[in-house]
């Protein structure tokens, strides 16, 4: 099992628990908005010290931005593996070609 699935394991199991218990729960109490804004705020985050250059701080933000996208899914309910089985659907072919076919610009 992997790290992320054992994180994607315990965020499932803080979810519905005692929002006091735990960082987890209250942020999945508070409703997928929450989590998605929380994962934006993350995001934002990591991009300035991309920005910067500062090697350490990136690595953390990235892991902050890893661990609230989870918590974000789970208050969705979509598991890591559905997005895992998208990922590995994309390998092997063009990131133009993927996203001409999606319609993306």
């Known amino acids: 099992m992997s ?3 054992e994180l994607e394991a ?3 199991a ?3 628990t005692d929002p006091e218990s735990s960082w987890t729960a ?3 109490a508070k409703g997928p908005e929450k989590a998605a804004e929380k994962f934006g705020e993350e995001a934002v985050e990591a991009i300035i010290e991309a920005v910067k250059g500062d090697r350490a701080a990136l690595t953390s933000e990235a892991a902050d931005v890893l661990y609230h996208l989870l918590v974000m899914l789970a208050a969705r309910d ?3 593996d559905d997005v895992l089985a998208v990922l590995a659907a ?3 072919q063009s990131g133009i070609a993927e996203k001409a076919a999606r319609g993306d610009s």
């Open 26 to 28: 209250k942020l999945l």
């Open 10 to 12: 315990t965020i499932a």
């Open 14 to 16: 803080r979810k519905g």
């Open 78 to 80: 979509v598991a890591l």
């Open 90 to 92: 994309r390998q092997g």
């Open 3 to 5: 790290v992320l699935h």
